[in-house]
């Protein structure tokens, strides 16, 4: 079955960084789109941002865009998202998944694309002083 198993969160000081990785399996990770999304406490889940097969990407989050970087490594099944100069907003549990697809879709779409429900359990990102 298809697997993404999200680790790397910890806590950090404003300003800091983190590097996440989604390990993958049950799929030719070289094939496919692989998106981050991250739901802060009491708060609703968002787009985070997405890397298409060809390695271009998708930003879902403004906020974000030029703080953070996605990439993959296909030899290893594995995406990152490396997380610079964070903030107290960016606080919540991160989670990755694909769309099945080889390109990021837009980020209304990925309700009807994949099951919420499935999603694994995500890695708990910090941010404080």
């Known amino acids: 079955q298809v697997q993404l198993v999200e680790s790397g969160g910890g806590l950090v000081q404003p300003g800091g960084s983190l590097r996440l990785s989604c390990a993958t399996s049950?799929?030719?990770?070289?094939?496919?789109?692989v998106g981050w999304f991250r739901q802060a406490p009491g708060k609703e889940r968002e787009g985070v941002l997405c890397?298409?097969?060809?390695?271009?990407?998708?930003y879902y989050a403004n906020s974000v865009k030029g703080r953070f970087t996605i990439s993959r490594d296909n030899a290893k099944n594995t995406v990152y998202l490396q997380m610079n100069s964070l903030k107290p907003e960016d606080t919540g549990v991160y989670y990755c998944?694909?769309?099945?697809?080889?390109?990021?879709?837009?980020?209304?779409?990925?309700?009807?694309?994949?099951?919420?429900?499935?999603w694994g359990q995500g890695t708990q990102v910090t941010v404080s002083s």
């Open positions: 998944e694909t769309p099945g697809l080889a390109y990021c879709s837009d980020y209304s779409e990925w309700g009807s694309l994949t099951d919420f429900n499935s």
């Open positions: 049950g799929f030719t990770l070289d094939y496919f789109a």
């Open positions: 890397i298409s097969s060809s390695g271009g990407t998708t």
